[in-house]
């Protein structure tokens, strides 16, 4: 019963660098989303998807892009990091807007 | 803009207390509200998903409250236990897209 699977869980990165933030979940939630979480502060919507080949922004969007070909997965790709970038990101999935979200465990993200 | 308080942001009690933990939104006009639990270092858990229409919803020794007049929710932890602590979190569904507005959380700890 995997639910939704983050990979990498840490990552330490350098300014200017690139990489993907990987995200699947097995439970074919057509809802599916990225967070991410700063200390003192509740959980801000970067992107999320309301099914495969749909996306749009969230409330906090600069810098970051996703894309959804399959139910499953739904990377999150930092285009060129910042230190700013520097939190604990969370995807999540819901059957739909009236089921609850469930959340993976996160990928703690360092941006030197 | 909808905007979510949790207050206070920390609570110590000892064992066995019944205890209430509060959320506070500006804007009634809300889709469901939501209340999860995060573990350190883990993903969030939901507990309990109230519909707009709703007055409370219960699980086990958990029990919501919702009143949109007053923009509050409360939460519900009868006969607390060590096991209960952790940072809860109450997050507001604006509308049926999905989008979810967080508070910042209240970081239990329960003495035994």
């Known amino acids: 019963n995997a639910g939704v699977t983050q990979t990498p869980k840490f990552q330490v990165l350098k300014t200017g660098q690139s990489m993907t933030l990987q995200c699947a979940q097995d439970?074919?939630?057509?809802?599916m989303s990225w967070y991410r979480q700063d200390p003192g502060m509740g959980l801000r919507l970067i992107h999320y998807?309301?099914?495969?080949?749909?996306?749009d922004q969230g409330e906090v969007p600069n810098g970051y892009n996703v894309s959804r070909s399959t139910t499953e997965d739904f990377p999150l790709r930092l285009l060129s990091a910042a230190p700013s970038q520097t939190s604990v990101y969370f995807c999540?999935?819901?059957?739909?807007?009236?089921?609850?979200?469930?959340f993976g465990d996160g990928t703690r993200l360092s941006i030197l | 803009k909808q905007e979510v308080t949790q207050i206070p942001a920390a609570l110590s009690v000892p064992e066995g207390e019944n205890l209430v933990l509060n959320c506070s939104f500006t804007?009634?006009?809300?889709?469901?509200l939501q209340w999860f639990r995060q573990d350190p270092g883990k993903g969030l858990t939901s507990l309990l998903l109230?519909?707009?229409s709703q007055r409370e919803q219960t699980s086990g020794r958990l029990n919501a409250s919702l009143d949109k007049s007053s923009g509050r929710s409360t939460l519900y932890i009868a006969a607390s236990q060590p096991g209960d602590s952790a940072t809860y979190l109450c997050?507001?569904?604006?509308?049926?897209?999905?989008?979810?507005?967080w508070g910042a959380g209240t970081k239990l700890i329960i003495k035994p």
């Open positions: 109230i519909q707009s």
């Open positions: 999540a999935s819901s059957l739909n807007s009236n089921q609850p979200q469930h």
């Open positions: 804007d009634s006009a809300i889709y469901n």
């Open positions: 998807s309301v099914g495969a080949g749909i996306t």
């Open positions: 997050a507001v569904g604006v509308d049926s897209n999905y989008q979810l507005i």
């Open positions: 439970m074919n939630h057509e809802y």
